[in-house]
């Protein structure tokens, strides 16, 4: 069983550009959520999804960052119009259910 | 407002010994906790779990215990071995929503 796989794992934008992150959560696996962790920091809750329906969305900066879990394909982080301080590890973890959240090798987004 | 905390940054433990890796919160509410080991440029691997109607929690070498009236858990690791060497996060959850990190303890085990 393959694990939660995040892509690409690194990103580089411009100032402007948007970023796509990209998760496909462990199979068999109906929860999906996604972490920032900037630099000597820990690992901050952005939202919480499942299939189709944001459960969660408290951690979400309120412009330019949009997050969906369509019903097939990956989960996408959507980064608009990227500033330096967007720069940071953008982790997604997987559940089948509550509790144990089993993680990718996160996406090193650098902005320029 | 950081409602989970570890207070040491890092922790130095020779092989074979116990380490020790602490943690606090603030938030009563908090019914679930986690601790993940992080790798340089990789994503946190679940080590253990303890839900709050329980005070310990073992496997294998990592132990979890958790002292609810103190709003403490700790992680041992008996004994260390030099692959033990990460930064370990602790994190809590309420009800089964997201999870809250504290900001992590590097632990280096020296031979």
């Known amino acids: 069983n393959a694990g939660v796989m995040q892509n690409p794992r690194h990103l580089v934008r411009r100032r402007g550009q948007e970023a796509r992150l990209r998760c496909s959560p462990m199979?068999?696996?109906?929860?999906v959520y996604w972490y920032r962790q900037l630099p000597e920091e820990g690992l901050k809750f952005m939202v919480y999804?499942?299939?189709?329906?944001?459960?969660?969305e408290s951690g979400m900066p309120k412009e330019r960052f949009s997050a969906e879990f369509p019903k097939e394909g990956p989960s996408i982080l959507r980064i608009q119009q990227v500033v330096r301080g967007d720069s940071a590890a953008y982790f997604c973890?997987?559940?089948?259910?509550?509790?144990?959240?089993?993680f990718g090798p996160g996406t090193r987004l650098t902005v320029t | 407002d950081q409602q989970v905390k570890q207070n040491s940054p890092s922790l130095s433990v020779q092989e074979g010994r116990i380490s020790i890796l602490n943690c606090d919160y603030t938030?009563?509410?908090?019914?679930?906790f986690l601790w993940y080991k992080k790798y340089p440029a990789e994503g946190p691997t679940f080590l253990i779990s303890i839900s709050s109607i329980k005070d310990k929690n073992e496997d294998g070498r990592f132990t979890v215990f958790l002292n609810k009236s103190a709003k403490h858990l700790s992680l041992h690791i008996v004994p260390s071995q030099p692959g033990d060497s990460a930064v370990y996060f602790c994190a809590a959850s309420e009800d089964t929503d997201k999870l809250i990190f504290g900001t992590g303890t590097r632990l280096q085990v020296f031979p």
């Open positions: 199979k068999g696996h109906s929860h």
């Open positions: 999804l499942q299939k189709e329906n944001i459960i969660d």
């Open positions: 973890a997987s559940s089948p259910g509550p509790r144990e959240q089993y």
């Open positions: 938030n009563s509410m908090f019914d679930y």
